[in-house]
């Protein structure tokens, strides 16, 4: 499918070396037009609006988990509800943040409804400004199946959060032991993670 057109490109950005050389073994020969440019954060804005305001829905909350993504299957939203459970049985108690929207939302309202999770696990959709939901949550938790590069990840870090990550394939291109944890990609993992 995307041989056509990456044939009329002079040159093909990717977010990390891993996609890079992922789109080098697919397409050998075309490896002269992959180029790796990072995603671009303003550290001094994603602090400045992250000052901004303190979110309401957190006023009750105790162990704010923070998730940004959206509602897809790639976010893996559906293992962090399952955590959620986990956690819940377990008797922790916490308020987990949902922000973003997408086709998932009903299958994952669902499942929230079906491990009575309504009063602790919250898709709050979009949001104009996330960074004071990720500057005030106690955990930031990225349970994705998959991803390039994560903004989300890397605006955690500016804003020194706690981070619980599952181990997808590029996890580590941008999270090392002393900025987070990577966590086996089961809502048992997250768990853990997110209780440690």
């Known amino acids: 499918t995307d041989r056509p057109y990456f044939e009329k490109f002079n040159l093909i950005p990717t977010i990390s070396d891993k996609c890079k050389n992922s789109l080098d073994q697919t397409f050998p020969d075309m490896k002269e ?71 998932e939302r009903k299958k994952l309202q669902e499942l929230i409804a079906n491990n009575q999770l309504e009063d602790c696990f919250f898709l709050l959709g979009i949001r104009d400004n996330p960074y004071p939901y990720l500057k005030n949550a106690d955990v930031v938790v990225q349970p994705s199946r998959y991803e390039g590069k994560s903004m989300v990840l890397d605006e955690a870090k500016i804003l020194a959060k706690p981070i619980v990550a599952t181990n997808y394939t590029t996890v580590r291109d941008q999270l090392s032991d002393e900025e987070g944890l990577v966590v086996d990609m089961t809502p048992e993992g997250i768990a853990e993670g997110i209780q440690k």
């Open 33 to 103: 037009k992959f180029v790796v440019i990072p995603n671009i954060n303003s550290t001094q804005l994603i602090k400045m609006r992250a000052n901004q305001f303190y979110p309401e829905e957190y006023n009750e909350a105790k162990n704010v988990i923070c998730s940004v993504g959206r509602l897809n299957e790639q976010k893996g939203f559906d293992l962090a509800i399952q955590a959620a459970a986990s956690l819940k049985k377990r008797g922790v108690s916490f308020g987990w943040y949902i922000i973003g929207e997408g086709e």
